[in-house]
């Protein structure tokens, strides 16, 4: 099994920023790819960006040129640097792990991000 905590969501204005992190524990694979999802109330979840285990990252393209991840392989941790944050950037954000031949994905608990305008 795989356990993910989430940490450095919070409240903070528009043009602010935050750094959520995401520790990852257990059974883990040294070939996975580690991501952040975001989901407001009402919509569904979105990817926002990911990072494989040899660094190539993916963006949406409502975040490209304002948040950046990255992951330290070393600590099993990713972490996703936000700036100019925007209050349609408030949402619940999880981490996520996928790994396996036959991929699986694992979710921490989400950590709640507030932009407030």
């Known amino acids: 099994q795989v356990q993910l905590v989430e940490s450095g969501g919070g409240l903070v204005q528009a043009g602010g920023s935050l750094r959520l992190s995401c520790a990852a524990s257990?059974?883990?694979?040294?070939?996975?790819?580690m991501g952040w999802y975001r989901q407001a109330p009402g919509e569904q979840r979105e990817l926002v960006a990911s990072?494989?285990?040899?660094?190539?990252?993916n963006y949406a393209e409502f975040v490209k040129g304002r948040f950046t991840i990255s992951r330290d392989n070393a600590k099993n941790t990713v972490y996703l640097q936000m700036n100019s944050l925007k209050p349609e950037d408030t949402a619940v954000y999880y981490c996520n792990l996928r790994q396996g031949v036959i991929p699986v994905a694992y979710w921490g608990q989400g950590t709640q991000v507030t932009v407030s305008s």
């Open positions: 990072i494989t285990h040899h660094g190539s990252t």
């Open positions: 257990g059974s883990i694979s040294s070939i996975n790819t």
